[in-house]
């Protein structure tokens, strides 16, 4: 988590989006894409817990394109794949 806020901060993302991103779900400060997006994070990263719904799917194919939609989702699971060899490997950031 650490590595990512500090990129983020070095591209200019704001302390108020980066402290808010825990309650993505109540904050005004994302849109709809940036919403949906994490929605599909969370449902990808918890596949055990039904998988990505039809329901997320659906808003997600209504705001980005089929093609961008299969690319979020490469991001995501090529990202829960390097976490999952980081946890498992007891790796830290320096």
Same mark, same amino acid.
């Given at each position: *988590? !650490? =590595? &990512? @806020?500090? %990129?983020? $901060?070095?591209?200019?993302?704001? %302390?108020? +989006?980066?402290?808010?991103?825990?309650?993505?779900?109540?904050?005004?400060?994302?849109?709809?894409?940036? +919403?949906?997006?994490?929605?599909?994070?969370?449902?990808? @990263?918890? #596949?055990?817990n039904n998988g990505l719904s039809k329901?997320?799917?659906?808003?997600a194919i209504s705001l980005? /394109?089929?093609?961008?939609?299969? !690319?979020? =989702? *490469? &991001? #995501?699971? @090529?990202?829960?794949?390097?976490? $999952? =060899?980081? #946890? /498992? @490997?007891? *790796?830290? &950031?320096?």
């Amino acid at each position: *988590m !650490q =590595i &990512h @806020t500090e %990129e983020a $901060r070095k591209l200019s993302e704001t %302390e108020n +989006r980066i402290y808010a991103l825990s309650a993505w779900k109540e904050s005004p400060l994302f849109t709809d894409i940036e +919403r949906v997006v994490f929605a599909v994070t969370e449902e990808i @990263t918890n #596949i055990s817990n039904n998988g990505l719904s039809k329901k997320t799917y659906d808003k997600a194919i209504s705001l980005l /394109s089929e093609k961008s939609l299969g !690319q979020w =989702i *490469m &991001h #995501i699971v @090529t990202i829960n794949a390097w976490n $999952r =060899i980081a #946890i /498992s @490997t007891k *790796m830290k &950031h320096e």
